[in-house]
T-cell receptor, first 107, second 114 residues
Framework: KNEVEQSPQNLTAQEGEFITINCSYSVGISALHWLQQHPGGGIVSLFMLSSGKKKHGRLIATINIQEKHSSLHITASHPRDSAVYICAVGFNNDMRFGAGTRLTVKP | KAGVTQTPRYLIKTRGQQVTLSCSPISGHRSVSWYQQTPGQGLQFLFEYFSETQRNKGNFPGRFSGRQFSNSRSEMNVSTLELGDSALYLC?????????????FGNGTRLTVT
């Protein structure tokens, strides 16, 4: 069983839609990271959070430590948001990754 | 500030050879962590170096090793290459522990083993 589960695996949206990607984990963590990977491989760190909520532009990340769950929201989605979004958790001197959510935003 | 630089970008090796990949972190960052990404296994953590010491290590065989220099630049080495080592290798730098500090990734080195 994976320690980190993401849903959905794939997501297609129309431009302007509100998007939610979910991440559940089964271990005690020190922090949770949301990463964005575009075709070609480069990874950008979007958020690192250990409690509460963070916002950056159209992106919002929340975490519920008691429920071991985090969500990444994208408001007013745009085709340039098309990418793979990966959740990662740090625990026990290790880091584990979700399988990623492939998001396609159509104009 | 310059970002994280990984060299080379692409590498082709044959089975049994060894390979060394390089990562230059953002100036002032003392932590460098390494990751392997394959289509089958996704992203996996290899190891982290901080102030020239390996601080954390993932579940990889001893053929995978690394080091960090006094200027925080890091190298990882894979010996006796296997076909399954074909992957995108990414490094990231951070100010503190990679587990709970914002990460800054390089563009990766794509290794193909034939």
């Amino acid at each position: 069983k994976n320690e980190v589960e993401q849903s959905p695996q794939n997501l297609t949206a129309q431009e302007g839609e509100f998007i939610t990607i979910n991440c559940s984990y089964s271990v005690g963590i020190s922090a949770l990271h949301w990463l964005q990977q575009h075709p070609g491989g480069g990874i950008v760190s979007l958020f690192m959070l250990s409690s509460g909520k963070k916002k950056h532009g159209r992106l919002i990340a929340t975490i519920n430590i008691q429920e071991k769950h985090s969500s990444l929201h994208i408001t007013a989605s745009h085709p340039r948001d098309s990418a793979v979004y990966i959740c990662a958790v740090g625990f026990n001197n290790d880091m584990r990754f979700g399988a990623g959510t492939r998001l396609t935003v159509k104009p | 500030k310059a970002g994280v630089t990984q060299t080379p970008r692409y590498l082709i090796k044959t089975r049994g050879q060894q390979v060394t990949l390089s990562c230059s972190p953002i100036s002032g960052h003392r932590s460098v962590s390494w990751y392997q990404q394959t289509p089958g296994q996704g992203l996996q953590f290899l190891f982290e170096y901080f102030s020239e010491t390996q601080r954390n290590k993932g579940n990889f065989p001893g053929r995978f090793s690394g080091r960090q220099f006094s200027n925080s630049r890091s190298e990882m080495n894979v010996s006796t290459l296997e076909l399954g080592d074909s992957a995108l290798y990414l490094c990231a730098s951070s100010l503190g522990n990679h587990l709970d500090s914002p990460l800054h990734f390089g563009n990766g080195t794509r290794l193909t083993v034939t």
